[in-house]
């Protein structure tokens, strides 16, 4: 008798890294449906999200020092 995975397994969710990506940016910028929200949580890799969200604040980040740089000279 096998013992099979529970569906919120972090190793069984079935989002790809890009959808992630996308899902990680759009709540970035504050513009997400409760209901996408719900349907994210269920098949997002919290792994992938973390990373998609360092690689995220991280370019963030860079942008807004050229911004500075660019401006004060």
Not at 11 to 31: C, E, H, N, P, Y
Not at 49 to 70: D, R, Y
Request: net charge positive; aromatic share 6%; charged share 15%.
């Amino acid at each position: 008798m096998g013992v099979t995975p529970e569906p919120h397994d972090p190793l069984q969710r079935k989002a790809s890294f890009a959808q992630t990506v996308r899902a990680v940016l759009w709540s970035f910028i504050g513009l997400r449906k409760g209901s996408e929200h719900e349907t994210d949580m269920a098949r997002l890799n919290p792994v992938h999200v973390i990373i998609a969200g360092l690689i995220a604040a991280a370019l963030f980040v860079a942008i807004l020092i050229g911004i500075v740089k660019t401006v004060v000279g």
